[in-house]
């Protein structure tokens, strides 16, 4: 069965600084993965997914990901936060043939002016 | 944008009652799942629903929990007989190929039961 990790629970980053949101998955052949967005009181969106091919994705609203097969790392990228940024950030790992995601805890960005 | 939507948003209920969550997916998706979050904890899968029939289902989705699509555009979740531990955010999704499409997720549907 597949498991995902987001090690850190709150990350607080200033506005305009880099942004590196970490996830570990497991799972034992090449998996679906995926960063959703979820800001109060709102849905999940979706920012970007990997399936095969380039190991560097690129999402919606200037993030990107990398998936380190190694490492088994999935982590979102950003080069300049904005404040509009804040909200929980959702590391998902899918399995071939299968309907069902599996979804990490969440990790909630606070941006300090 | 198309949305995924979700009614109620919040919806207050006695133990033992029965409730049913609607979800309109988007028109043209052909897959639908139902997940849930118990607060402070993870976004659960409990449902998958392709071609008028349940394709996955989890360990949380028992007998008390059904799903239909009665008219071709809602998709609805039944709870048989509400228990305190069902109290959480039910999020409705809909994709057009799959998993490998992503999900579009509604805003949920906070279920307290009281």
């Known amino acids: 069965a597949q498991s995902v990790t987001q090690p850190d629970i709150h990350i607080t980053v200033s506005e305009g600084a880099s942004l590196e949101l970490r996830c570990n998955y497991s799972y034992g052949a090449t998996p679906y993965l995926f960063w959703y967005v979820q800001s109060p009181g709102q849905g999940l969106q979706l920012l970007l997914k990997?399936?095969?091919?380039?190991?560097l994705v690129q999402g919606i609203k200037g993030f990107e990901a990398e998936f380190k097969r190694s490492q088994s790392s999935f982590n979102l990228r950003k080069p300049s936060v904005h404040w509009s940024d804040a909200a929980e950030y959702f590391c998902?790992?899918?399995?071939?043939?299968?309907?069902?995601?599996?979804f990490g805890i969440g990790t909630k960005l606070q941006v300090i002016p | 944008e198309p949305e995924v939507t979700q009614t109620p948003s919040h919806q207050v209920t006695q133990m033992g009652q029965e409730v049913i969550l609607r979800c309109v997916p988007i028109s043209n998706h052909l897959y639908f799942y139902w997940y849930r979050q118990i607060l402070g904890q993870k976004v659960e899968f409990l449902v998958s629903?392709?071609?008028?029939?349940?394709?996955?289902k989890s360990e949380i989705f028992d007998d008390q929990f059904s799903v239909e699509r009665p008219d071709g555009s809602n998709f609805t979740l039944k709870i048989r007989s509400t228990k305190l531990e069902d109290s959480a955010m039910y999020f409705c999704?809909?994709?057009?190929?799959?998993?490998?499409?992503?999900?579009?997720f509604g805003s949920g549907t906070r279920l307290t039961v009281v």
């Open positions: 998902a790992v899918g399995a071939r043939g299968y309907q069902k995601v599996t």
């Open positions: 629903f392709y071609n008028n029939e349940i394709s996955e």
């Open positions: 999704a809909s994709s057009v190929g799959g998993v490998s499409s992503g999900y579009t």
């Open positions: 990997y399936f095969s091919g380039d190991t």
